[in-house]
């Protein structure tokens, strides 16, 4: 079997890498592509290295630009790669861009090369459609042959869009395969020491939603809270390039003077990170499982959650929508009170580390070859 998985952003390649590690595994043809649509050292390349990730194969190298762009810079460079490659399976990955654009080219090209399109991580729903990652979920999901969830509550949400029950196949979290790999290592890098803050004794924040980063008042209050936590305990800010780029259009620097601002980090040093916080406060998706799966108090500062299993059987809460200071303060400060789980706590069904292997069989088993 020939499997073309693709990745193109940085949420995209903690869940390839045991994917091509389950296929290479089971002696099966992985194959990756890497669309481009993240470029940066610290975006991409410090994940590739991190995760042991190989040389793409295919290397489209989109980069930046608007949606449209973005997506049709996917679709034109992959259609010649797929009919090139021929591949029993394109398997994409998350909710990004690059997933919804090469799902589109290879549902197309189906009947004349055959291959099936498996979708990894299907069945999220937020019900937000101002979100870019909720079109790109449905749409996926809509015309993906296989859909391959990472817990039980997605089930409902494909069957109440009139997918058909016999092509989903509930697999686990991928992404937690790669935290259970990395997290010894992470363990030793201290990376809490080297920002010269405490074990346990400082806020991790994470900020990169365009509704959070991309409107002024919105950015406001999440940064003044965050000065605000600042006098309580240390805080902790890997930028994204895009939060980056509108704290300064909107002239907010000064609101990052007391927080420990740093680069983009790569995945061992955030899982090092994630593991030693008092708490994190966040607006990526990845992180709230994450955290959920290490028993550390997670804020989610959104409206709602794609991954409601981590409000029922995890460690998140949704700061107080809409989100102003005084409201992310007293999540904070809930959380804070909660304090960490204890060590063996539960988690949810599938986040154990072996979900890629769940993953493989699925694709043998659905193969048409
Ligand atoms: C994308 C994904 C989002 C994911 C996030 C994680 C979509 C619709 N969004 O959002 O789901 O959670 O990645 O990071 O696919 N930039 C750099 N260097 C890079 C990449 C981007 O400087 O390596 C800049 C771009 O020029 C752009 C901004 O960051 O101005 C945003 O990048 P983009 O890929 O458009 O979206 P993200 O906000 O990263």
């Known amino acids: 079997m020939k499997a073309l998985v693709v990745a193109g952003a940085r949420p995209n390649f903690m869940k390839v890498a045991p994917i091509l590690h389950g296929l290479d595994?089971?002696?099966?043809?992985?194959?990756?592509?890497?669309?481009?649509?993240?470029?940066?050292?610290?975006?991409?390349?410090?994940?590739?290295?991190?995760l042991g990730l190989p040389e793409p194969a295919f290397h489209l190298g989109v980069g930046s630009g608007t949606h449209a762009q973005q997506t049709a810079r996917v679709m034109e460079a992959f259609e010649p790669v797929l009919v090139k490659s021929k591949p029993n399976w394109v398997v994409v990955v998350g909710?990004?861009?690059?997933?919804?654009?090469?799902?589109?080219?290879?549902?197309?090209?189906?009947?004349?090369?055959?291959?099936?399109?498996?979708h990894v991580e299907?069945?999220?729903r937020s019900r937000d459609w101002r979100m870019p990652e909720e079109i790109n979920r449905v749409l996926t999901?809509?015309?993906?042959?296989?859909?391959?969830?990472?817990?039980?509550?997605?089930?409902?949400?494909?069957?109440?869009?009139?997918?058909p029950a016999d092509r989903i196949v509930f697999v686990g979290n991928v992404m937690i395969d790669t935290l259970v790999t990395q997290l010894p290592k992470a363990r030793?890098?201290?990376?809490?020491?080297?920002?010269?803050?405490?074990?346990?004794?400082?806020?991790?924040?994470?900020?990169?939603?365009?509704?959070?980063?991309?409107?002024?008042?919105?950015?406001?209050?999440?940064?003044?809270?965050?000065?605000?936590i600042a006098s309580r305990m240390p805080v902790v800010l890997p930028i994204h390039p895009r939060t980056r780029k509108?704290?300064?259009?909107?002239?907010?620097?000064?609101?990052?003077?007391?927080?420990?601002?740093?680069?983009?980090?790569?995945?061992?040093?955030?899982?090092?990170?994630?593991n030693d916080a008092a708490l994190v406060l966040t607006d990526s998706g990845g992180l709230q499982e994450e955290s959920t799966v290490l028993g550390v108090p997670c804020?989610?500062?959104?409206?709602?959650?794609?991954?409601?299993?981590?409000?029922?059987?995890?460690?998140?809460?949704?700061?107080?929508w809409p989100l102003s200071a005084e409201g992310i303060r007293s999540a904070f400060e809930a959380a804070l009170d909660s304090g960490r789980s204890p060590a063996g706590h539960p988690v949810p069904e599938g986040w154990d580390g072996r979900a890629a292997e769940r993953v493989v069989s699925a694709l043998v088993s659905r193969s048409t070859i």
Request: net charge negative; proline share 5%; hydrophobic share 40%.
């Open 25 to 50: 595994t089971a002696s099966h043809e992985g194959i990756l592509l890497h669309t481009g649509q993240h470029y940066d050292a610290q975006m991409s390349d410090a994940f590739f290295r991190d």
């Open 95 to 118: 909710d990004v861009n690059s997933t919804l654009a090469c799902t589109l080219v290879a549902a197309k090209l189906k009947p004349d090369i055959g291959c099936q399109v498996a």
């Open 122 to 124: 299907a069945g999220l």
């Open 141 to 163: 999901d809509r015309v993906s042959d296989l859909l391959l969830t990472p817990s039980r509550d997605a089930h409902p949400n494909l069957l109440a869009e009139g997918v």
């Open 188 to 228: 030793q890098l201290d990376m809490p020491g080297r920002l010269g803050v405490r074990r346990g004794e400082y806020a991790l924040v994470t900020l990169h939603r365009p509704s959070n980063v991309d409107d002024r008042a919105a950015l406001r209050a999440v940064l003044e809270a965050l000065a605000q």
């Open 246 to 274: 509108n704290v300064e259009a909107f002239r907010m620097a000064s609101l990052l003077d007391r927080l420990h601002v740093v680069e983009p980090v790569g995945y061992t040093e955030m899982v090092s990170l994630t």
């Open 299 to 320: 804020v989610t500062l959104r409206e709602q959650t794609e991954r409601p299993i981590t409000l029922t059987e995890g460690t998140n809460r949704m700061a107080p």
